[in-house]
């Protein structure tokens, strides 16, 4: 008895012993395979493109030439996205002060709103992560300050040089050829001005987002001194301006950027940082899943345009505030360049912390990764404006097995996940105001009372 219980024993231990020795080969011959896809799909050839900045990396952090980050600039940006003493062009008087930028952008939310829609102005709650925010029945529908996509995230947004979902933002890159189409609209107006796209968009979104950044409010909250020392060779009467405020705020949200995620430490080195699956995930994403034919810049994104035939905001069941048929946000590209072939046609964006919340794609049409996986997967349209015939014919059918899906969610999920997004959030704002909300609902629900 003794002796067959001992021979088991041995031959358990021998079986569990070359079972983790073939998976060391075989966690190895995986990590090579993946390297050696990862090098193939990226830009410049090498794996190494892929590695983000450090946030504090002033020197290389992607920025405009015209606005050089520097720490003073990026504090005091990090102030002015999250303080609601700002808000002080609120529509009525309930709204003042009660909302900021980080309203519809909340770091714990991956920089996105919590729901799938974001209310500024208009809005009140918070909830947990910004995922119970609702109208205040004091402001009618057309007054609120929301908009019919999903908003975008701050996450490696600096790599993004033509923002927006149709990419209409930004004198450079995608935008060189656009010109005769800018004076359509004043917003795009502003692309004159030769700016990249996050400080042109911010010219724009502090007036659209009723921010106000003026001479009295800032000598009353006290930032007056911080735009001198940032704004210092800026003339007096240009210095406490909607420019320069937004000059800030766009360095700021330039050093948003999830180096701390495990696929950035895989890359440094760290070959244990990802799980067995993350890594199959990640070669499917790199490979077979074909993912890369859209998604291949240093976020992950890019600056193509491509139709996926996902649903518009006004098209959810349950339906979303002043999202409507004609809205040209629902064109994309088209809605900006006015070319038929650009119609329906959105920017690839990028997906690191994309599961913080579970609103995908510019309708938030898709609930959860598992379905955006499914969507991908399947490839065809489900937007009854936009025939099959005009999807991307980069966008192809992958008949994936469910546990090639689960992995790729598992590389989405964890992987592209940086856990410390909140070191992002100042300790303070000088208003004082409670961060990001400020509303009396807002602030029993984040607990400023
Ligand atoms: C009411 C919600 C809301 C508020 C408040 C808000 N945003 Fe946004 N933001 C959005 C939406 C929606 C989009 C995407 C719009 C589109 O593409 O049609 C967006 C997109 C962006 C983008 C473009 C990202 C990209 O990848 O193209 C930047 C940059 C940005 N916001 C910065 C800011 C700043 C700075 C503030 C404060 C001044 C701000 N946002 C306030 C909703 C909001
Ligand atoms: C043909 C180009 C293309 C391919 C291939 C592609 N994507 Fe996308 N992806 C896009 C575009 C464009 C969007 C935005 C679509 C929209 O909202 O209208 C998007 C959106 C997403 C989003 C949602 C991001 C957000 O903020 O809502 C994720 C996540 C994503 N893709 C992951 C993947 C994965 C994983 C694969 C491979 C299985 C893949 N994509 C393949 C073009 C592509």
Redesign the pocket.
């Known amino acids: 008895m003794k002796l067959r219980g001992l021979a088991v024993l041995l031959v358990l231990s021998l079986l569990v012993s070359s079972c983790t020795q073939d998976r060391v080969l075989l966690t190895a011959q995986l990590d090579n395979r993946l390297e050696f896809l990862i090098s193939q799909n990226s830009p410049d050839g090498t794996m190494e493109y892929y590695i983000l900045d450090q946030e504090d990396d002033y020197a290389n952090i992607p920025q405009d030439p015209k606005n050089p980050l520097t720490a003073a600039k990026v504090e005091l940006g990090k102030m002015l996205f999250f303080d609601s003493g700002l808000a002080q062009d609120a529509v009525k008087n309930s709204g003042l002060g009660t909302y900021s930028c980080a309203t519809c952008h909340i770091p714990e939310a991956g920089f996105k709103p919590g729901g799938f829609q974001g209310i500024a102005d208009g809005g009140i709650g918070y909830g947990i992560d910004g995922d119970n925010r609702r109208r205040n029945t004091e402001y009618e529908e057309s007054e609120l300050d929301v908009q019919s996509a ?1 908003p ?2 701050m996450v490696n947004v600096g790599y993004v040089t033509n923002t927006f ?1 149709n990419g209409q933002f930004g004198a450079t890159e995608e935008n060189v050829g656009t010109e005769d189409v800018w004076d359509n609209d004043p917003a795009t107006a502003r692309n004159h001005l030769g700016f990249e796209g996050i400080e042109t968009q911010n010219f724009a979104g502090l007036i659209d987002h009723r921010i106000q950044i003026s001479k009295p409010l800032l000598d009353q909250l006290g930032y007056t001194p911080l735009f001198d020392e940032v704004f210092a060779d800026v003339p007096v009467e240009d210095r406490y301006t909607t420019m320069t405020g937004s000059l800030a705020f766009s360095a700021y949200i330039r050093t948003i950027i999830s180096n701390r995620a495990p696929f950035q430490d895989w890359l440094k080195g760290d070959k244990e940082a990802m799980t067995f699956e993350e890594k199959e995930g990640a070669v499917l ?1 790199f490979g077979k ?3 890369t ?3 291949y810049k240093k976020n992950l994104g890019s600056l193509e ?2 139709a ?1 035939g ?1 649903k518009d905001m006004y098209q959810r069941s349950g339906g979303a505030f002043d999202a409507f048929p004609t809205d040209k946000r629902n064109l ?1 590209r088209g809605g900006f360049t006015l070319k038929e072939e650009d119609n329906f046609k ?4 990028g ?1 690191y912390n ?1 599961e913080e919340t579970p609103f ?4 938030a049409s898709v609930e959860g ?1 598992e379905d ?2 499914d969507y ?2 399947l490839a065809q349209t489900e937007n009854p404006n936009v025939p099959q015939s005009l999807i ?1 014919d ?3 059918v ?1 008949n994936l097995t469910d546990e090639e899906k689960a992995n ?1 969610v598992k590389f ?1 999920r964890y992987s592209l996940t940086d856990p410390d997004l909140v070191r992002y959030k100042p300790d303070a704002v000088l208003s004082g105001a409670c961060i990001p909300n400020n509303d009396e609902q807002s602030r029993i629900d984040l607990g400023c009372n």
């Open positions: 999903r975008l995230t979902w994403f899943a074909l993912c034919n859209c998604h345009f491509h996926l996902v994309g959105f920017k690839v964006p997906i994309s995908f794609f510019h309708g990764l955006l996986i991908k997967d991307s980069k966008f192809e992958l790729l989405l």
